[in-house]
């Protein structure tokens, strides 16, 4: 079991940035690929980015060139640097883990990000 919880969320206005936190206990992060996910209202969970054991990295279509994320597993701690930030950005940011992309099974509460235009 991998316990995370979440920081940095926020508001913010059309254009600034953000930087979220996942702060990972209980196990040894470096093993898992670890994933941000977000859900705005009345809408479904959206893939946001996840980078593997390795470094790689994935983003969704909708904040390529905009979002990165990184990791510091010194640290077991999980970020998404979020600019250029759009009110279609506006969700629950949750952070995710798992042994590959298709069993995210540990998951936090997550944290809101509110962009106003």
């Known amino acids: 079991q991998v316990q995370l919880v979440e920081s940095g969320g926020g508001l913010v206005q059309a254009g600034g940035s953000l930087r979220l936190s996942c702060a990972a206990s209980?196990?040894?992060?470096?093993?898992?690929?670890m994933g941000w996910f977000r859900q705005a209202p009345g809408k479904e969970r959206e893939f946001v980015s996840g980078?593997?054991?390795?470094?790689?990295?994935r983003y969704g279509d909708s904040v390529k060139g905009r979002f990165t994320i990184s990791r510091d597993n010194a640290k077991h701690t999980v970020y998404l640097q979020m600019n250029s930030l759009k009110p279609e950005d506006t969700a629950v940011y949750s952070c995710?883990?798992?042994?590959?992309?298709?069993?995210?099974?540990?998951w936090g509460k997550g944290t809101l990000v509110t962009v106003s235009s």
């Open positions: 995710a883990a798992g042994y590959n992309y298709d069993a995210m099974d540990q």
């Open positions: 209980g196990r040894t992060l470096w093993r898992y690929v």
């Open positions: 980078i593997n054991s390795s470094g790689g990295k």
